[in-house]
């Protein structure tokens, strides 16, 4: 299951679904610090979340160099919050209120869509008197997903045996070739024709009369199934 994620976050970035790609891509912490930390239950799942991002994905996200303690980074709190204003609100931004590490409350914080370049950058200015300001981050929408999808997936295929709480299948129940739609052409002529029987017989003094063609017929099973 989560190699088919990560391949329809891909499919959906060369089809130009951002926030598609990203709301899923989001979700893949949750799966994997699901099988990390089963022992952690449903009050526990942003703990997981956060942990899950921070071991595999967020120490390498910190800062170094100078003035490396007053840059945000993509943390699993920053990331988590993403994830929560996305999928509970609509919203891809933060909630700062729910940020406690000081150096990641910003003052702004921007997805920046770029085919063509992806950085992801952290900001902020310094005052006269040194103190710390106008901090933020420009996210770069197409790094964050390549980066949740490779650890996600890496992850998965050196831990295949935890995800055992992966019970459910996806099958496509009707197919676009011809043969699939004249059976389903086929099988809702003779339902149709059912019904008027059944209505025919409950009501035998009453003269039905069914204004389509045999043409019009199949187009309008056409229509309907595909």
Known sequence: ?????????????????????????????????????????????GLR??????????????PS?????????????VVYSLRNCLLHQGT??????????????????????NKDEHITSSE??????????????????YSLCGKLTRAASDYYHSNKELFDFFSVSVNTIIQSH????KFHCELCRFSFLSEIVKFSKLYSKTVLRIPISVGAFKIFCKTAFL
């Open 49 to 62: 979340y956060k942990k899950w991002y921070d071991e595999y994905i967020g120490f390498r996200e910190i």
């Open 1 to 45: 299951m989560v190699d088919r994620i990560v391949k329809e976050i891909n499919i959906c970035l060369e089809n130009d679904c951002y926030i598609s790609a990203l709301g899923m891509a989001l979700t893949l912490p949750d799966i994997c610090g699901k099988a990390k930390y089963p022992q952690w239950k449903k009050q526990n799942v």
């Open 124 to 141: 902020f200015a310094l005052n006269h008197d040194g103190a710390r300001s106008g901090c933020g981050m420009k996210v770069d929408l």
């Open 65 to 77: 160099g100078p003035h490396s303690e007053d840059f945000s980074y993509l943390s699993g709190e």
């Open 178 to 181: 011809p043969r699939a739609a």
């Open 92 to 113: 891809p931004n933060i909630d700062n209120n729910r940020i406690t590490e000081k150096r990641c409350k910003m003052d702004y914080f921007i997805l920046v869509i």
